[in-house]
């Protein structure tokens, strides 16, 4: 009975206190709050975020100003996204993350061709156009032909795959940085291989450039000291019924920071010479001004369902 003569109302007991949050326990306090997640891969993953989250919160001793200044610093590179930006894949990339994923996801060994990241500038989509067709509709920049095949792990040839190929310009902008200057659509390309897995389209020859520096992520690299810097490259995303995707880089051999590309995608077996070719009946054949540059880049792609190493 209460004082005034009412049945007393039952309370529950408070849990144990071996339940309660405390600085020694977030980790399995939090992580039991998870236990009952149905999907078994988000339970690990949830969980194993939680556990190095606390970790580091604990290791570096995390003050409520410098916690409010990350949550801040993401809200900002949520807002700095747009239709032709992506800010958090510019965050992911030089935090070396993307790379990370990447790797795990595509250990290449042997013969197959490395992956590396997609970058911030994937963002629309390449025009499909023929084999042999130029990607540079402003005609500005170093003339270049680029050729190249698409094979199985076996050596055999791909007749049919998909090559995606995206780069920057000969001042190290790419057509979405520069609306009003460069044509929409310039230096992208979806090419088909022919019956022997091979492709060649012309292009002109990428220079180095900095990554955007005017967001959350650039102010990051200043903070730290680095520079925003990546190395010459034209992307490549080559794809084929009952193969894998892959998405990877051809990196212009001697370009500036081939050695510290700021979103560590450089491997070396990715870089490539540009050599001249000084021949104007081969520059006659092939539709560009003499001399050019060329490149050969084949691509090796792994079988579907298949993880093992080649």
């Not at 801040?72 to 590179?77: K, Y």
């Not at 032709?84 to 994923?101: H, K, P, Y």
């Not at 880089?249 to 560590?264: C, E, K, N, Q, R």
Request: charged share 20%; glycine share 8%.
């Amino acid at each position: 009975m209460d004082p005034n003569g009412s049945p007393a109302t039952a309370h529950p007991a408070p849990p144990p206190a071996a339940e309660l949050f405390s600085e020694e326990r977030s980790v399995e306090v939090v992580a039991a709050s998870l236990a009952a997640t149905p999907d078994p891969r988000l339970r690990r993953v949830l969980t194993s975020l939680v556990r190095h989250l606390h970790d580091f919160v604990k290791d570096v001793e995390l003050t409520e100003q410098e916690w409010a200044a990350a949550i801040e610093f993401l809200t900002a590179t949520g807002k700095t996204c747009t239709s032709t930006r992506q800010e958090f894949i510019l965050l992911s990339d030089v935090l070396g993350a993307s790379m990370l994923v990447e790797t795990i996801n595509n250990r290449a060994g042997g013969v197959l061709t490395e992956s590396t990241v997609e970058g911030p500038f994937h963002m629309v989509a390449s025009p499909p156009r023929e084999l042999g067709a130029d990607i540079a509709e402003d005609g500005k920049g170093a003339p270049c032909l680029v050729t190249g095949s698409v094979t199985g792990p076996d050596g055999g040839p791909v007749p049919g795959a998909t090559i995606d190929v995206w780069q920057a310009n000969d001042e190290g902008y790419y057509d979405v940085q520069q609306p009003d200057v460069q044509p929409p659509l310039n230096l992208r390309g979806l090419f088909t291989a022919d019956g022997d897995g091979r492709f060649w389209f012309r292009s002109i020859v990428p220079r180095y450039y900095p990554i955007p520096q005017d967001g959350p992520v650039g102010r990051l690299l200043e903070a730290t000291s680095r520079h925003p810097n990546r190395p010459a490259h034209i992307h490549f995303e080559v794809s084929a019924p009952g193969y894998r995707t892959v998405t990877t880089h051809l990196f212009v051999a001697g370009t500036p920071y081939i050695d510290s590309d700021a979103v560590f995608g450089v491997k070396p077996s990715l870089v490539r010479e540009f050599p001249t070719v000084d021949d104007p009946a081969r520059a006659a054949e092939v539709g560009l001004p003499n001399p050019f540059r060329t490149v050969n880049f084949d691509v090796v792609l792994r079988a579907d369902g298949t993880d093992q190493e080649v």
